[in-house]
């Protein structure tokens, strides 16, 4: 089994799975159909092209918290014209963002040849893939490595992939725990939630997502941040 583990960072991302035109909501960490989006974008795929999409859907997917996002929201002011172009009216619509979010991401396949096709594209992207919006693509070192392990465990034994700054406020926690969410079929014995996150079709006309279940575990970490309480105080170290 080989897994891809991608690391999504960024100032602002947007994960939205339940919105409308003039309210984009975001949900609080990736869903499994915007990283289907990002690999169907990567290989070309046309958004009509459900036969693929359904093989993608088959993909083990788990993602891991590493840093929380403050929730941001952009305030719109959108004009209405008619069809003969006459100015029709104004509209407020507000866009949902996380600001200063970290998130890892693992996807697997039992066919390895599969997930090499994916890694390819990934690093040689057909159409440019972004985070939830086309203005906020991914960091060009987004793919941290690929391991022989199932997602969950890949990102169970990753380091925390958190900023300096966001783990010197837990520099008194030697151990920090992560949350993980993933396929519950990946996480036997723990009780899953429905989520409107599997993809029928990307469609601009007839976009369709059906459900699948989702579970969710605690995951700990060391912090290579760690200070005890009885280390020498060291007012240089802060220079």
């Known amino acids: 089994m080989k897994t891809i583990v991608m690391k999504f960072c960024g100032p602002l991302q947007s994960w939205g799975t339940g919105s409308n035109f003039e309210t984009r909501h975001t949900d609080f960490y990736p869903s499994k159909s915007a990283v289907i989006g990002m690999i169907a974008a990567s290989k070309g795929y046309k958004r009509d092209n459900t036969t693929s999409l359904s093989r993608l859907n088959e993909l083990d997917f788990a993602v891991r918290v590493d840093q929380n996002g403050n929730l941001m929201r952009d305030y719109h002011i959108a004009r209405q014209y008619k069809k003969n172009g006459d100015f029709e009216r104004t509209y407020v619509t507000n866009r949902y963002y996380l600001e200063d979010a970290i998130f890892t991401v693992a996807i697997s396949h039992k066919d390895d040849s599969f997930i090499d096709d994916i890694l390819y594209a990934l690093k040689h992207p057909y159409f ?7 203005s906020l693509p991914l960091t060009y070192d987004f793919i941290i490595c690929v ?41 036997e014995g723990i009780k899953g939630s429905l989520r409107k996150d599997r993809v029928l079709s990307f469609s601009q006309k ?9 579970s969710r575990i605690w995951v700990h970490v060391d912090n290579d941040k760690y200070i005890s ?11």
């Open 229 to 239: 309480e009885d280390s020498e105080h060291d007012a240089f170290t802060a220079l």
């Open 147 to 187: 391991t022989d392990k199932n997602p969950v465990d890949s990102l169970k034994s990753l380091e925390w992939q958190a900023s300096s700054w966001f783990k010197n406020k837990y520099k008194r926690e030697k151990v920090i725990a992560l949350e993980l969410y993933a396929d519950s079929d990946l996480l």
């Open 206 to 214: 007839d976009r369709k997502f059906g459900f699948r279940y989702e």
């Open 128 to 134: 440019q893939i972004y985070m939830g919006r086309r």
